[in-house]
């Protein structure tokens, strides 16, 4: 049974950080690239960053590039999304999703989701 489930989620200060991780199971994590995605109230799901098994990534230009980071361990199947320099506008859910070799920032092709966590962000 595919299992992804994130946590690490919260309220947090502008300008502060958070660390979201996404543990996997029920699929062979090194042949899935890790993306993570988020949808704020009354908005549509938006692509945050994704990772390939190798390490290889890519991040949305527009609003999170420099201030986040995306990784992977592949002994522990987990992927993380390390958030820094926060505003208002990152709140969200922030979901996990899993997609089968090749990393696309279109959330229809992924195959696995997670429940999300959610992240807020006040001024």
């Known amino acids: 049974q595919v299992q992804l489930v994130e946590s690490g989620g919260g309220l947090v200060q502008a300008g502060g950080s958070l660390t979201l991780s996404c543990a996997a199971s029920?699929?062979?994590?090194?042949?899935?690239?890790m993306g993570w995605f988020r949808q704020a109230p009354g908005k549509e799901r938006e692509f945050v960053a994704h990772?390939?098994?190798?390490?290889?990534?890519?991040y949305s230009e527009d609003s999170v590039k420099g201030r986040f980071t995306i990784s992977r361990d592949n002994s522990k199947n987990t992927v993380y999304l390390q958030m820094n320099s926060l505003n208002p506008e990152d709140t969200a859910v922030y979901y996990c999703a899993a997609k089968k070799y090749y990393g696309t920032r279109s959330d229809y092709e992924y195959d696995y989701w997670g429940q999300g966590t959610q992240v807020t962000v006040s001024s």
């Open positions: 029920g699929f062979t994590f090194m042949t899935y690239t």
């Open positions: 990772i390939g098994w190798a390490g290889g990534t890519a």
